[in-house]
């Protein structure tokens, strides 16, 4: 369920108004996405995304983000681009809510992984790491290595009986393997602006091509290889949890493609991964001890991203990943 | 949450490999809709919708329905029009699913219902049923009065605890109303497919004007003065429970200016809004007092009907409806 907020026709009517995107033709609520609320919105100009910004999106980041994504789409990377209002801004209130309109972009998700899609996912995070170095402003990343921990902090805070729940010793396991991150977390690596959800379902290919990437309410900036650690976490490992080291390979070797490693980054590779796997279980790990039950939420298992995590533990460096 | 069942990019394109519409440009789920799954689908050649049939639609009915959305589209109802396959053949299998493309209809549904849609409402559902009246299959309708006994005792299955947890009596009520209700129900009125189920979010307007009725899934073979019953349920209510005489006026006038209701249907209109309430009531009832917390569904609060239900038995005749 990804409509959260109703917008009654004369709210849109009015909202549309304030656009100069021509009549309204059709408006659906769209299936994909948790954190906001998302339209596909047509109108006899074409086809739009219409977003409703709901209470999980700090308002004072949407000009960042909607900043970063007209930065990228002007430098030809396929993301949506924000459409100004006739008065040239972009984010606008709607239904109570912030909002605002962006591009359809055309493809569709891969719902099944394949080795094809790996190399695009790479190329597309190199040339979106690329395009993104003169975009100046800056967003802290709240769910990096310093958010980590308090994170862990409050799913534990019933004394830790919610996390030993989901499997016994886990809270353990995850305080442990924490510490050991943080503690080899490298410093001096290429910062820049990263995606830091590029998971499948934000990723569209169109003929066997990436033809969009979307969803960028989690970018910020950090280590700019913490990105594709994250995408080694989202494509590379089978549905059975094993990692295929063949799809990594592909992705890592399109990404230097378009922005070669530094040695620093390749030595670093094998704990950005496990950084990504733990920031996953722990936002995981936090929505599963927090969901009351009945919650129109689905929950996502934190325990696909401990299994990745033990993998990550156990990789003696960036060979493990096929470089 | 409308999609149930996901598609595989793989199995999509094959499957459009079946049809001559083009190439896949976009894939998306669509969030309204509650029994099937459904997806906004756009080809080189427009825009279409794509159903996946899942438990609750029974696929012995499948082709009725959509010879039923076939018939209606060709004598000039704004309904889905299944497409066929290349091999003529438009009811087919997609992820284990039953599946049918079905042509895009421009228009919103109307989240805030107003006087004005009334009207429209009324004149489209006489439509419906003159553009019906030749086609001749039928389909008996599983929750018509013959099913509404044996859905209030499953409901009461328990000896009548969850009922009881709903609001004290209701068990009660209901089954002293039902029994008024089936003593009364009218015969020899004129029969015809019903949509049985237009409600708001199964009606777009584009330009103020009825643009598409939509779900066909509850249609079947009943009393014709029956789906006005339900609509005057449906579109005629204020937010606070009250019934809108004029909204009740416009959709009868305009109802009775394309089919002109016979005495008999006039006379029994008390009794068709109590049953339509009814229906809603124990359907709602069922799913309340069955749905296991934490399930992905939205629970619809029966107790909405239960007060329609009321308004509906103090009615004295027909002029209560605005006649």
Redesign the interface.
Known sequence: ???YT?????A?RAFLLEFDIG??????????GVENSNY?L?TSAG?YILTLYEKRVDPADLPWFLGLMEHLAKRGINCPLPVAGRDGVALRVLAGRHAAITT?????W???VGLQHCGPVGAGLAALHRAGADYAPVRPNALGPDGWAPLLARSLADGGAAVEAVQPGLGDELQAALQGILAAWPAGLPRGHIHADLFPDNV????GRLSGLIDFYFAATDLLAYDIAVCLNAWCFEPDLSFNVTKGRAMLRAYAATRPLTEAELVALPVLCQGAAIRFALTRLYDWTNTP????V?RKNPLEYVRRLRFHLTAPDAHAYGV
Chains 1, 2 share one sequence.
């Open positions: 369920m990804a409509v109703e917008v009654t026709d004369d849109l009549d309204l033709v059709a408006f659906r609520g769209i299936a994909e596909s047509k086809d359809f972009l055309p493809g569709v891969p719902r099944r569209f290919f169109l003929d039950p009945g919650a129109l689905t």
